[in-house]
C-alpha cells in the first residue's frame, strides 16, 4: 500500500551529526585550518583502514588521478583506457596530461567494461587503464591483469617507474568505492594505485576531497612516491605549511612548478568522524539495498548486484534498469517520481554523448552496450538518512508510475 502523504526525498544528502560538527569545530579553534595534524592523522588511519603503507590525500578524486598520471610520467604519445560509461573525470585527466583517451565500451548488458575490447585496445603506446568501480562494486580484476600479463611484450616504459611494473599500468577510479571488498582484498589493495572521492554525496565525505593509494608489493618506495604527492600537490614545495611552522623553519625550496590540490584540516577533520562511523554507515547502506532488492525484483526490476559469492560492494548507488522502458519514457519516470518527491537520477550518460568528447571524435554508436545500459538506467535514492518508510514510498511510487507509463 502506497503512503499518500507526500515525502520529500533527496537523492544522496551527507550524513553529518553532531560528532563531524563538534570536530569541525575544534578544527577551526585550533588554529589549524590548512593541511595540518589532522589531514596527516586521517592519512594513517585511511591507510590502516584500507591495509596499505600510506594514504595521500587531497581535494578530489579527480587530482588524484591526474598526479598519479603525472607521476607516472603519462604524457603526449602516451594513451590510456577508460570506460565509456563512467563521469568525465575518468576522461578528462587523461586530457589533462595530454595523453590520448581510449574508451572501451561496456560488456552486453554490464555495467563494467569488456574486457575482450579491452585486450584490443592495448597498443604500444598505452602506459595505463583506468578501470571504473561503479556504484561501489569492484570491477574483475583477475581478468584484467591476465589480459595485461598477455599484452606485457606491447609495454614500452618511458622512466624507470614505469618500468617497475613492466605492463600496462592499473590506477581505478575508485570514487564509488571505499570499503568495497573483493575476494578477501580491500578496495585499494588489487589496482596498482586506487583513488577515491570523499565528495558531499559519497558514502564517506569530507565535504570536497579525495585520497589516493597504492600497492604495496611492486617495489615502488613508499616515502619517495609519498613524497612526490606532497610536491605535485603543493606548487613544488618542499615543505608543507605544518614543516615549516617548526622554529625557524620558513625557509624552502620549489622544486618545479605544480599544482595546488591539497586538503584542508577542516576536511580532514570530518573525515575523522566519519571514518569512526563509516561501518555503521556501510551496514545501513546494505540493509536498505536489500531492502529494495526484495521488493523490486518480483516487479522484473533488476539492479547492480552488490553482494554476493566473494565480494561486497560499498552500496554506494542503486542502479536498475527499468523493463521494456525506453530513454523518453525513463526520463518521465524520472519527472513523475520527481512529482511524488523522489529525487531520481542518471549513472551515467554515456562520454561519447556529451559535446566535449563528440568534439575529441568519439560517436556514440561505437559504443552501442554502454548506449543499451544508458536508455532505460535510472538511480534510486540511497543514503543513511532513509528510513525504511521512506524506502518503501520510493518503491510503491516507482511502481505506481511504471504502470502509468
Known amino acids: 500500500m502506497i503512503n499518500t502523504d507526500l515525502r520529500n526525498i533527496p537523492f544522496s544528502p551527507p550524513d ?29 588511519r585511511l591507510a590502516n583502514y584500507v591495509g596499505t603503507n600510506k594514504a595521500v590525500c587531497l581535494n578530489s578524486a579527480t587530482a588524484a588521478m591526474e598526479l598519479t598520471l603525472r607521476i607516472l610520467g603519462i604524457g603526449p604519445g602516451d594513451e590510456v583506457i577508460t570506460s565509456a560509461y563512467t563521469y568525465t573525470a575518468s576522461a578528462s585527466v587523461i586530457e589533462h596530461v595530454g595523453a590520448k583517451i581510449v574508451l572501451v565500451d561496456t560488456a552486453p548488458g554490464s555495467f563494467e567494461m569488456d574486457y575482450s575490447k579491452l585486450a584490443d585496445a592495448i597498443t604500444e603506446k598505452t602506459k595505463v587503464i583506468i578501470p571504473v568501480d561503479i556504484a561501489g562494486k569492484m570491477c574483475d580484476y583477475d581478468t584484467m591483469f591476465e589480459i595485461l600479463e598477455s599484452k606485457k611484450v606491447l609495454f614500452k616504459p618511458n622512466n624507470e617507474l614505469q618500468s617497475l611494473f613492466n605492463r600496462v599500468i592499473v590506477m581505478t577510479d575508485a570514487a564509488h568505492a571505499f570499503g568495497a571488498e573483493r575476494k578477501g582484498m580491500n578496495c585499494g589493495q588489487v589496482a596498482d594505485f586506487t583513488c577515491f572521492s570523499f565528495h558531499a554525496v559519497k558514502n564517506f565525505t569530507t565535504a570536497e576531497g579525495g585520497a589516493v593509494v597504492w600497492r604495496n608489493d611492486g ?13 605535485y600537490s603543493l606548487h613544488g614545495q618542499s615543505k608543507d605549511a605544518l614543516a615549516k611552522s617548526k622554529k625557524g623553519a620558513w625557509e624552502y625550496d620549489i622544486v618545479f612548478p605544480a599544482y595546488k590540490c591539497n586538503m ?17 554507515l556501510l551496514e545501513r547502506r546494505r540493509e536498505i539495498i536489500e531492502m529494495y532488492d526484495r521488493e523490486l525484483r518480483p516487479l522484473g526490476i533488476h539492479s547492480l548486484q552488490h553482494y554476493g559469492k566473494g565480494f561486497t560492494s560499498s552500496g554506494h ?12 519514457d525513463r526520463n518521465r519516470v524520472i519527472i513523475k517520481m520527481a512529482e511524488a518527491g523522489v529525487a531520481c537520477n542518471v549513472h551515467y550518460k554515456p562520454l561519447p554523448m556529451f559535446t ?6 568519439f560517436d ?7 548506449y543499451k545500459q544508458y536508455v532505460n538506467e535510472i538511480t534510486l535514492p540511497l543514503h543513511t538518512l532513509l528510513s525504511n518508510e521512506d524506502v518503501e514510498y520510493v518503491i510503491g511510487n516507482l511502481e505506481k508510475v511504471l504502470n502509468e507509463v
Request: net charge negative.
Open 16 to 44: 553529518i551529526q553532531e560528532e563531524e560538527i563538534e570536530e569541525v569545530i575544534k578544527a577551526m579553534k585550533s588554529g589549524w585550518i590548512t593541511t595540518g595534524p589532522r589531514t596527516k592523522e586521517l592519512e594513517k
Open 219 to 231: 617495489g615502488l618506495d613508499d616515502e619517495w612516491l609519498y613524497k612526490q604527492f606532497m610536491l
Open 264 to 280: 584542508t584540516d577542516i576536511m580532514a577533520s570530518i573525515g575523522l568522524v566519519q571514518l569512526d562511523r563509516y561501518e555503521a
Open 317 to 328: 548507488l542503486y542502479l536498475v534498469r527499468l523493463p521494456k522502458i525506453n530513454e523518453e
Open 356 to 361: 566535449a568528447y563528440k568534439n575529441l571524435g
Open 364 to 370: 556514440i554508436k561505437d559504443y552501442p552496450n554502454a
